[in-house]
């Protein structure tokens, strides 16, 4: 039986766990990636990168690579039936908060590819077709069994990560629990070609009474993600294209040539117990799984794998003690609790068959669609939405540095203001000082703390004020933000030697 020594485990190579391996690698952990898939995925699954995911991408160095094999989508046509009311421009909402406006199209399979291949250019590879069979915790961290095609694979690791999806064997084998429900409803996905009765380039999504139709271009040709409930139609006891094609057709006026692929499935919302367990962590799907509404999943797991990753670097070089892990679900858990339940009222409201939510959809939707349509570019704070969609908007509890109280930018991600994401590069605490500041303030931070302090002429009208001092962690969230006086002892409680934090959802 073959031994392998290692800092991390990583249970599962799909996106999350890729990008985990990624960043662990370059973070100069050492780490074992293990799936039981032959390789990366080939169907398309998971679509589209929100703004936040490739700021992710950009400190990675990947962005240019995921910008040229993708497509970016910069517009909404919401509609009802056959119907399209217009288009929301989603790139507009997000010009100045971002340096990715837009949804961008890059579907799973190719974040794996991309992933994959950046591993073995960093020196990491992964242990394709390795089943995790066993799972139990030692002092030393953890033991783990992985079934290969040669043998057995006995792993023992500081901590092990669960990015193995929503069936996950790391979770089953800890006995972590899955907390949520199994929507009654059937979806069906399909990625068609020759597609007509769309608004193309654009994101469409369009109610009926009873229905609901949401498509994302994927490229020419009419080639598009399609979205939908599915219902046996024809009355032959299964859920099959030709029920779909027959829906699209008379209820939404849409057609198509043929299909790449396409699937059914139920849509599930659910949230592990918990996100850690002593040496044990999950992350993506093992740990949430909820509607595709808004195109958050993947990207929620990317994001997950980013966030632990820099805590786990500070625990395996000893930057940090053990306690300081447990702020990874502190603060990741209930950013998944709220994306459950968002997209899960969401979801009730477009697929509920309650007489009061069909008249809804048929009687304020077709009236009400189009005022907004028209509307949303001139509401004062439609940029929002943006946010939220993109996920730039995620805000995190931190230690109580402020009575245990979020601040205005403490806890979120760095407001953008055009260079001030450059330093991010270098993937280290750093102190932003914006406009005028307390050049020798400056100094001493430098001085005591060993932090590189960077300055910019002014905030961009963002929420960042003039005169303070921003602690930044190596994931780009603002750790403390303090006056001159108070800023060297300030941050020298947010550093990782110092542990104590709050938890809140």
């Known amino acids: 039986m073959t031994e392998i020594d290692t800092d991390v485990l990583v249970a599962g190579a799909g996106p999350t766990g890729l990008m985990l391996a990624n960043w662990l690698t370059r973070l100069g952990v050492r780490c074992v990636l293990a799936d039981h898939k032959p390789g990366p995925t080939h169907e398309s699954r998971a679509l589209a990168v929100q703004a936040r995911t490739m700021e992710i991408y950009d400190q990675l160095g990947l962005a240019d690579r995921v910008l040229a094999g993708g497509l970016q989508i910069t517009q909404l046509a919401p509609g009802y039936r056959r119907r399209a009311f217009g288009t929301v421009r989603i790139g507009a909402l997000g010009e100045g908060l971002t340096p990715f406006p837009g949804l961008f199209v890059f579907e799973q399979s190719k974040n794996e590819t991309l992933l994959t291949e950046h591993l073995a250019e960093l020196g990491g590879q992964v242990h394709w077709l390795h089943r995790l069979t066993a799972l139990d915790s030692d002092a030393g961290g953890v033991r783990a069994t992985l079934a290969g095609p040669d043998g057995e694979v006995t792993v023992r690791a500081r901590y092990c990560v669960g990015t193995d999806g929503a069936g996950s064997a790391v979770r089953t084998l800890r006995g972590i629990a899955f907390d949520g429900i199994t ?48 219902r046996d139609d024809d009355g032959d006891g299964a859920l099959t294209e030709q029920d779909v094609r027959t829906r699209l057709s008379s209820v939404f006026g849409v057609e198509y040539a043929a299909t790449d692929w396409f699937a059914t499935y139920r849509v599930h919302h659910r949230v592990a117990r918990v996100f850690r367990d002593g040496p044990v962590f999950l992350a993506g799907d093992a740990a949430h799984v909820h509607s595709p509404v808004g195109a958050q999943g993947m990207n929620t797991g990317l994001q997950d794998a980013h966030n632990l990753a820099f805590k786990l670097a500070d625990a395996v070089h000893g930057r940090a003690g053990d306690d300081w892990l447990d702020r ?95 330093p991010l590069r270098d993937l280290t605490w750093q102190v932003h000082a914006y406009g005028k500041y307390d050049k020798p303030t400056a100094q001493r931070i430098e001085r005591e703390l060993a932090l590189p302090v960077h300055t910019f002429g ?25 006056t001159a006086p108070a800023a060297v002892e300030a941050f020298r409680r947010e550093l990782p030697i110092n542990t104590q934090f709050v938890a809140s959802t």
Not at 348 to 354: D, F, H, I, L
Not at 379 to 391: D, K, M, N, V, W
């Open 458 to 482: 002014g905030t961009a009208g963002t929420l960042l004020r003039e005169g303070l001092f921003y602690l930044v962690r190596p994931d780009g969230f603002v750790a403390a933000a303090a």
């Open 183 to 230: 929507n009654d409803h059937f979806f069906y996905v399909a990625d068609a070609a020759g597609v007509t009765g769309l608004v193309e380039d654009a994101v469409n999504i369009r109610p009926a009474p009873a229905d609901i139709m949401l498509t994302f271009p994927m490229g020419p040709g009419g080639h598009h993600r399609v979205i939908g409930l599915v």
């Open 328 to 422: 990874y679900e502190a603060e990741r858990r209930p950013v998944a609790l709220r994306l459950v339940r968002s997209t899960d009222r969401v979801f009730e409201a477009v697929t509920s068959e309650s007489a009061v939510a069909r008249l809804v959809r048929q009687r304020a939707v077709p009236v009400v669609g189009p005022v907004i349509v028209r509307t949303i570019p001139r509401i004062s704070g439609a940029s929002r939405f943006f946010e939220y969609l993109s996920q730039i908007r995620v805000h995190y509890w931190l230690r109580p540095g402020s009575g245990g109280r979020r601040g205005r930018v403490v806890g979120r991600r760095l407001p953008w203001i055009g260079e001030n994401f450059a």
